[in-house]
């Protein structure tokens, strides 16, 4: 068989750069994950899968009342009708919306294990079951009158609501949470009471300032209680430009044990907080003696959170404690505000008063939709009740052409001037309906439905009469979760945190001795007591590794840490291993690259100013605060110059005033201490000027005393020079060879 070349080209291949099919892809995504998945609706509050929960339970008719179906027969109808993501997926936003410490008010009921406070996860869909509460009632009423648009879904088999028309403030009621491309939303939960208020001040007045909305909504309501203790003005400021943040602490209480003792009991923590990583980390404050003033904790929970905290003595000071506690550990937490939601597709972050002012226009156009829907049952229904009481007033002519015509549909129309609709009505009427008790209902509905279609289209054509019909649905709602009521009653109070002077956390250490080792190779430990640091002590190392350095220290010192790189690291000597085998590794504590030296480890001086010196002779003088790092990423402190390393730091003895400096080249230069400058970061200023070679030592001194040195050897003799006239020079010098006798290694100490 002959090979054939000319080969026809494939079907609906496009020849487009790859940066620009893959930027098209990547916006559709996003668009997609915005949209569709991460963000809520500004008019119901809810995400796709929610919505799509609710509905798929509402169409399996589990209303409050109703019996409980499994979880899974409720993720199965949602997977495959409308929301074909993953069951897992549906599980879990269904598990979410059951839960009372995670919505303020949960809008499905859950029947067996849907997990709890501490952290423990909801049992298999199997297990479960669920049917709707009252709010998702309320959510999705009006459902059924043609109040929102409906649209296919995805398979083009069924349709869904776009969004749920209810007058439930769900957005601010539950709140929301959600990571998009490039934007997320954090809304926590309000008190429906609260929000109901304000929506009627502002349904009242619509230029309402932000400052008199506040009256109404005094800040967040978390499902776990919890006291609030943002001050007001920022408050305020995140609900005016729909971002923010809020501090949520524990709410605690001390409980008298008698003759003087007492222990902390902390009744609620803060929402989103897992009880059982909570103890965890409170278990670890005690186990590693972090907070001195803490003896013990107990989690005594039951149905009632209670967790026991027990001080160290009776003369602790418990706000200290406490506020220890909210430093160290989740009993305090900042709650992020992020009110960025869909406005009918856009996303978009939006004030407090503006995101309400959406949501009321909406619930204005469902009143609306929903008052036409009904408008127009009434008038259907009017037509057929005219043409029942036309068939009254003539039944006895009804019946004969009924009983004596072969088309009396069509007589009864030519006949008494009836519509095609009225006409089938009479035809379909029962026998007993002939009576005449049935005639006076029939006026009494007609009058009925007249008056209430005339009241129909005032509202509709009334903006007045719709903010009055709004305002008393609002109301009426209030009555269910009022403040006063055990669904509508704040959980979370709203307080200023109390005035109590912070003691740093290093001063609650209980101060212990320390001798810290550091080989060579960077292995560090923290030895118990002061050992001695002679170089015949039996200290172990791994094998071919040394001691590089040995100082002692105390529990409640820092631990200062200079790198090669000018970067500089502090470390918590009571976070140091212990004394036992070689140590750990100090680049598993810090993030220094293991090609970077370690030049110096000594403890922190907070009354010591440093001289750093690189290797190329530049150098300045920095802070003792200026040195200190938070983070394991540590602090850059001196930038050197490409080719130079940081090479010495010296601490500044009380009363120094000049400054001794020798090269590889065994040039020495004294200059005065005050041609130095300060610097908080920088490459520093010429020391000493080289041909050859670079900085071989340094050391700040008193000018007057003159230079003394070791001169090495078991006996520890020493050598001084007093008069330093000859050496001295203005900074940046190149110095003269140093006095007889000085070491030949160029060292100041040997």
Not at 680 to 704: E, H, M
């Amino acid at each position: 068989m002959a090979e054939t070349t000319d080969l026809p080209p494939a079907d609906n291949i496009l020849d487009t750069p790859f940066d620009g099919a893959l930027s098209d892809r990547y916006l559709v995504y996003a668009l997609s994950t915005i949209t569709a998945r991460s963000l809520p609706d500004l008019r119901d509050g809810l995400k796709p899968v929610h919505r799509r929960i609710l509905w798929g339970m509402r169409l399996l008719r589990l209303e409050p009342g109703a019996a409980f179906k499994k979880s899974a027969r409720v993720v199965g109808d949602v997977m495959g009708k409308y929301h074909p993501h993953g069951d897992q997926s549906i599980y879990d936003a269904l598990v979410r919306l059951s839960q009372d410490f995670a919505l303020r008010y949960p809008l499905i009921d859950g029947q067996g294990n849907f997990g709890n406070i501490d952290g423990d996860n909801a049992a298999a869909m199997r297990y479960t079951e669920a049917r709707l509460t009252d709010a998702a009632q309320l959510l999705m009423a009006g459902l059924d009158e043609e109040s929102v648009a409906f649209r296919a879904t995805y398979n083009g088999e069924e349709e869904e609501p776009e969004v749920f028309p209810g007058i439930f403030p769900n957005l601010l009621a539950n709140g929301a949470s959600g990571i998009a491309v490039g934007m997320a939303t954090s809304i926590p939960p309000h008190n429906v009471a609260e929000v109901i208020a304000a929506a009627t001040a502002l349904l009242a007045d619509p230029e309402l300032s932000d400052a008199a909305l506040l009256e109404h909504i005094k800040g967040p309501d978390f499902p776990t209680g919890g006291i609030c203790v943002e001050p007001a003005a920022s408050i305020a400021e995140a609900y005016r430009t729909g971002r923010g943040s809020f501090r949520l602490r524990a709410r605690w209480r001390i409980e008298d044990l008698g003759r003087g003792t007492w222990t902390i009991i902390v009744e609620e923590i803060p929402w989103g907080v897992s009880k059982g990583k909570l103890i965890e980390a409170l278990a670890e404050i005690v186990g590693e003696k972090k907070l001195a003033i803490l003896a013990d904790i107990d989690d005594q929970s039951d149905a009632q959170l209670r967790i026991v905290i027990e001080p160290r003595s009776r003369n602790v000071d418990p706000e200290l404690l406490m506020e220890s506690l909210f430093r160290m550990t989740d009993l305090e937490v900042r709650i992020p505000l992020n009110m960025n939601v869909l406005d009918h597709g856009k996303p978009g972050v939006l004030s407090l008063r503006v995101l309400l002012g959406k949501w009321l226009v909406h619930q204005r156009e469902v009143l609306l939709a929903r008052s036409r829907y009904r408008l127009q049952k009434i008038e259907s229904r009017l037509e057929i009740l005219a043409g029942f009481l036309k068939a009254y007033l003539n039944l006895d002519e009804v019946i004969r052409i009924i009983r004596e015509t072969d088309e009396p549909k069509a007589e009864l129309i030519a006949a008494f001037d009836l519509s095609d609709v009225q006409a089938e009505a009479i035809l379909n009427m029962r026998l007993r309906s002939l009576r005449k008790l049935e005639e006076l209902e029939i006026s009494r509905e007609n009058a009925a439905l007249n008056a209430e279609a005339a009241g129909l289209r005032g509202l509709i054509a009334s903006p007045a009469e719709q903010t009055a019909r709004l305002a008393s649905d609002l109301a009426g709602l209030r009555k269910t979760y009022g403040a006063e009521t055990r669904l509508g009653k704040r959980r979370t109070t709203i307080a200023a945190a109390p005035a109590v002077r912070v003691v740093p956390l290093e001063a609650m250490i209980d101060k212990e001795p320390l001798t810290i080792i550091a080989s060579a190779k960077g292995w560090i430990r923290a030895m118990k007591g002061h050992q001695g640091l002679a170089a015949g002590d039996a200290i172990k190392f791994k094998e071919g590794d040394e001691a590089a350095f040995a100082f002692h220290a105390y529990t409640t010192d820092r631990i200062m840490v200079a790198a090669a790189d000018g970067r500089f690291f502090t470390l918590a000597p009571d976070k140091l291993p212990g004394g036992r085998g070689f140590g750990e590794p100090l680049r598993l504590m810090i993030d220094m690259a293991d090609s970077v030296a370690i030049v110096q480890i000594a403890v922190w001086n907070p009354a010591a100013k440093l001289l750093l010196a690189a290797s190329d002779g530049r150098g300045f003088i920095v802070e003792p605060g200026d040195i200190l790092a938070e983070t394991r990423k540590g602090r850059q402190v001196m930038v050197p110059r490409a080719g130079a390393v940081l090479k010495l730091v010296r601490p500044l003895g009380p009363g120094d005033d000049a400054v001794a400096v020798i090269g590889d080249n065994r040039k020495l230069l004294v200059f005065m201490l005050d041609e130095v400058p300060v610097m908080a970061r920088g490459q520093g200023v010429t020391l000493q000027r080289y041909k050859d070679g670079g900085l071989g030592d340094l050391r700040t001194l008193k000018f007057a005393d003159g230079l003394i040195w070791a001169m090495g050897g078991a006996g520890g003799r020493t050598r001084s020079e007093g008069d330093l006239t000859f050496w001295k020079g203005p900074r940046g010098s190149a110095g003269r060879l140093p006095p007889t006798g000085f070491p030949r290694s160029g060292k100041f100490d040997t």
